[in-house]
């Protein structure tokens, strides 16, 4: 594996797992150390180990930035946590010396854990990779490098039926009546409508009423109005006017444009008489 391969999957998740059935489904067992010996972590007759899985799931968004082995003695780096367990009952991991990882957004960084592998100590070295530390006569090593974040998948989108319609296709169909596509209501016809329909008196002729009754149907999409059937005519006052041009243009020539000074000449006023009417004294009233 090079680090220099920039589509490799980040790794994604470490935990313990006692054996594959409780190894979750996305995970990889690290059955085997790289020089074949068994990779699991407990020592003597124990009948059930542990080993070390690490998953490269990145549905969950976050991806491992680093990994730590650190001992019981030092406190946890700010930013990190343990790793989770999957064990079978009755079984535990050795917490002399425990394994930290940092999780981080997929999208926040562009370098990560790309691979995790195992030694028996002291036997041999793995090229590229960075050595972790040493558990229970293991060494822990990891390979860290760029990656490329996953392409995000457009999620498809539903098309309204307005949308459609705007089809060059060609008319689609009517759609089936549902609440949400209700038939177009007819138009309302008000009370001062419906009284112009009927003969004067309000009775009908059994020849007029079958007429309009055969035509209610058509004669409620048309607009009409009161004034319909009315000739327009001119006034008698305004036809000698219109009669001929001349007369237009010569009460035209009428108009006077007048200026700001012969307006404040028309209009002036002294308020002359308000004021004498101010200084009237009034009578005095004696006793």
């Not at 690490?54 to 968004?61: C, F, I, N």
């Not at 949400?180 to 209501?185: C, D, H, Y």
Request: proline fraction near 8%; include cysteine.
């Amino acid at each position: 594996m090079s680090v220099c391969d920039s589509s490799i999957r980040p790794v994604s998740a470490v935990a313990w797992a006692s054996n594959t059935s409780t190894c979750p489904g996305h995970f990889t067992l690290i059955s085997q150390t790289e020089d074949g010996a068994s990779a699991n972590f407990s020592r003597g007759f124990v009948k059930s180990g542990y080993f070390l899985c690490y998953s490269k799931d990145l549905s969950g968004g976050m991806v491992v930035a680093d990994v730590q082995v650190i001992t019981d003695k030092e406190t946890i780096p700010h930013g990190y946590c343990y790793i989770p367990e999957y064990l079978e009952q009755k079984a535990s991991v050795a917490k002399k010396k425990r394994v930290c990882v940092r999780l981080v957004p997929v999208g926040s960084v562009t370098t990560a854990v790309l691979d995790l592998k195992l030694t028996t100590k002291h036997k041999s070295m793995v090229q590229q990779y960075t050595c972790l530390g040493d558990m229970n006569g293991f060494v822990v090593w990891c390979l860290k490098g760029p990656f490329s974040p996953p392409a995000p998948q457009a999620k498809p989108r539903r098309v309204s039926l307005d949308i459609r319609s705007l089809s060059l296709d060609g008319p689609t169909p009517p759609q089936p009546l549902k609440p949400s596509n209700p038939p177009e209501a007819p138009p309302k016809v008000s009370r001062r409508r419906s009284k112009l329909d009927l003969p004067a008196g309000g009775v009908c002729d059994s020849s007029v009423c079958g007429g309009i009754s055969g035509t209610a149907q058509s004669s409620q999409h048309s607009t009409r109005s009161a004034m319909d059937g009315v000739p327009f005519t001119l006034h008698p006052k305004f036809e000698s006017r219109s009669s001929s041009t001349k007369v237009s243009v010569i009460t035209l020539s009428d108009i006077r444009i007048k200026s700001v000074q012969d307006i404040e000449n028309e209009y002036n006023y002294t308020f002359t008489v308000e004021e004498l009417a101010a200084k009237r004294i009034r009578p005095s009233l004696s006793g």
